[in-house]
């Protein structure tokens, strides 16, 4: 026999041998792989779910009966699916209602009382503009609260006004975002900070309200609700967002009219907390059950609509993770697990729950993968880990490359299971083309008729072949 031939043979017999061809049961992983898209593409129950979740239980703020109705529902689904364990992991949850519809009104001085024009079709009479309460705001008096105007672009700006300048007024952040970015959350990340503490920072100089521009990068009718948060040692005033186009619409009177009054009325309130719950269902690991590989969403929604894309698809296709996976026949090697967060919106309350019960019962978490940026075309994961397993994951990189999952590149894994990352768990987000995600966010528009079924069903493929895969080989 020719040397080099027999050495070529062994080299091929010991590569293939290391080589992570052979998956559950003995079959390839692309056969394997194969049959997760079969089963999603043609039985597939993510959409299915979503539309449930969306049309007969709807808004899911945390504390509401719809919250409750998800915990309940979610439940008895993954039940019914024949998960190995399905349970509720109680967690104490804040209880905010935002009461009867606000109320914005632009009010002209005495010497502008002419020719001021809504831009909103949605309002009519007078200066009526688009605004929500923020979570977590307090309320106005029962007569509301009418104030002159400040306009600021960022803290600095509120800094050098003072007191002097800020003092019984209500201050408007109109911080655009930076459109130049690319990611759409970059630009979120960049300007989230004025709806998260601008009330606290206008109320140090003595605001008596503020207001801020809705976090999107597009112009139209609709504001954007999300959290807000209150520094203790500073007096707490009434938070709101305002509709960009309504934001551009008061920038202009302002420069036009600067002693113009805005009127605001809020009726929202924080109750006392409530007790709640996580949901997690598990398929039981064959070989290594005691590492885990969690896979979930955030239960919870704002109340301005239906949940459906923050965070209804991710939850759902976290449960199509388990689902697809057990219909097909395959026994992971390793625990999988799909947990619905509760109260990812105005607390993380569920997430740190869940980090914490993990630390206690000493689980080990060899991978934390959340859905939580929409449920559009899927583009590949975000990674938060050591660069060797970075590179573990990498050489699958050809198995996702057929469904448009490409991008392994930047740092990232979610909210709800960012309390792991201190347990030193490996974390990863997928990462859908979300350019069209700051429409909806946080909006009246989040509803299920802007989920296309492909695209959510192509998002909980890649998503079950990652766990798969992880389930199969480790990190």
Known sequence: MNKSFFFSVLISIFSFQLSPLWGAGGQPDSVIIKKISDEIFTSGQVYKNEEYLCKQIGARLTGSEGAEKAVKWTEELMKSYGFDTVYLQEVTVPHWVRGEKEMGIIKPSESHKTGIKPTSEHVGGGGAVNIVALGGSVCTSKNGISAEVVEVKNFDELKKLGTQGVKGKIVFFNHPFDVKMIIPFQMYGEAVKYRHAGASEAARYGAVASIVRSMTNYTDDYPHTGAMEYKDSLPKIPACAISTKDADFLSAMLKEDPQLHFFLKMNCQSLEELKS???????????????????????????LAEGASDDGTGTMQSIEVLRALKKIGVKPKRTIRAVMFMNEENGLRGATEYAEQAKKKNEKHILAMESDAGGFTPRGFTLTMPEEKKKKILAWKDYFLPYGAYDFTHKGGGADISPLE?????????????????????????????VNERELELGAIVMTMMVYLVSEYGL
Do not use: C
Request: no cysteine.
């Open 277 to 303: 719950y996580n949901v997690i269902g598990e398929i039981k690991g064959s070989e290594h059950p005691e590492e885990i590989i969690a896979v979930g969403g955030h239960l919870d929604s704002w109340d």
């Open 422 to 450: 201190k347990q030193n768990v490996p974390l990863m987000e997928l990462s859908p083309d979300n350019q069209r995600y700051f429409i909806i966010h946080h909006t009246a528009r989040d509803t299920f008729e802007q």
